[in-house]
T-cell receptor, first 113, second 115 residues
Framework: AQSVTQLGSHVSVSEGALVLLRCNYS??????LFWYVQYPNQGLQLLLK??????LVKGINGFEAEFKKSETSFHLTKPSAHMSDAAEYFC???????????FGKGTRLSVIA | EAGVAQSPRYKIIEKRQSVAFWCNPI?????LYWYQQILGQGPKLLIQ????????DSQLPKDRFSAERLKGVDSTLKIQPAKLEDSAVYLC?????????????FGEGSRLTVL
């Protein structure tokens, strides 16, 4: 069965510092991987997705993620954190076919001025 | 374009009462999903529709939860009778089709508190 593990339920960074949110996946077949962001009292919004094309994926708001098959990882990064990046971030995986999108437990990002 | 609409945004009920949530997906989106998000956890799929047919309801507690999408557009999720552990945010999402690379568009959610 497919699953994702997000390391760290809460990450705190200073404004301007590097953001690194970790995600490891488990899948018996090549996966499709996603990062979603959820701002307070809002729905989830797609940040970026990996669909077996380029392993380095660029998303919105300056975020990017790199698919590393050897490490079964899909970590999310941003070179310089902004106060507006404070939110909950979810990694998700989906296999081919009709399998559902499976989410990790989420990582709450706090940005300190 | 208009996003996914959900109502009500908040609902407080006592255990054993019933509740219904409504979702209107983005126009033209054939696939509709209901997810349950318990505090501190990621969203969990309850049911997935393709037009008005059910694609996956394997994680829907069918003894108390029901959902329908009669005309292949909007959908209703019902809980009867509610339990304390049903306290969660119920998220509705839609997508153009079943393509597994496709983006899901989420509504703002309906927050249920069961006392």
């Amino acid at each position: 069965a497919q699953s994702v593990t997000q390391l760290g339920s809460h990450v705190s960074v200073s404004e301007g510092a590097l953001v690194l949110l970790r995600c490891n996946y488990s899948s018996s077949v090549p996966p499709y991987l996603f990062w979603y962001v959820q701002y307070p009292n809002q729905g989830l919004q797609l940040l970026l997705k990996y669909t077996s094309a380029a392993t380095l994926v660029k998303g919105i708001n300056g975020f990017e993620a790199e698919f590393k098959k050897s490490e079964t990882s899909f970590h999310l990064t941003k070179p310089s954190a902004h106060m507006s990046d404070a939110a909950e971030y979810f990694c998700a995986v989906r296999n081919s076919g009709n399998t559902p999108l499976v989410f990790g437990k989420g990582t709450r990002l706090s940005v300190i001025a | 374009e208009a996003g996914v609409a959900q109502s009500p945004r908040y609902k407080i009920i006592e255990k054993r009462q019933s509740v219904a949530f409504w979702c209107n997906p983005i126009s033209g989106h054939a696939t509709l999903y209901w997810y349950q998000q318990i505090l501190g956890q990621g969203p969990k799929l309850l049911i997935q529709f393709q037009n008005n047919g059910v694609v996956d309801d394997s994680q829907l507690p069918k003894d108390r939860f029901s959902a329908e999408r009669l005309k292949g557009v909007d959908s209703t999720l019902k809980i009867q009778p509610a339990k304390l552990e049903d306290s969660a945010v119920y998220l509705c999402a839609s997508s153009l089709g079943l393509a597994f690379t496709g983006e899901l568009f989420f509504g703002e959610g309906s927050r249920l508190t069961v006392l």
